[in-house]
């Protein structure tokens, strides 16, 4: 939430990847004459390769809060996942338990 807070954006170079490993991607950028590193996932991994440019997001606050990829979009596209989760959610519940209470079984008496 910072990192989208305080956004400042930089091109880092992809120093390793593991793909296997949930798209991990190492990276390191520079900000102010220092060069920082980090990791996160990167949904294109296998595309990557050591030395290819990747765009960062940083916290202009603290740069060590860092992340590949643009922050506001990835807390926008998380925060309307989590919004359709809760409204599924919240009517597969209303199905499940408080439908079936709610009818009355006919008996063929």
Known sequence: MSVARHQTAATG???KTNCSNNNDVSYSFSVQGRTLEGRDNWIDC??????????????SADP?????GDAN?????ESISILIASILGSIVVAIVFVYPFGRKVKSDR
């Open 46 to 59: 296998r595309s990557l390769k050591p030395g290819d440019n990747l765009p960062i997001s940083f916290s």
């Open 73 to 77: 979009a990835r807390l926008i596209a």
């Open 13 to 15: 170079t992809v120093l």
């Open 64 to 68: 060590t809060r860092n992340m590949a």
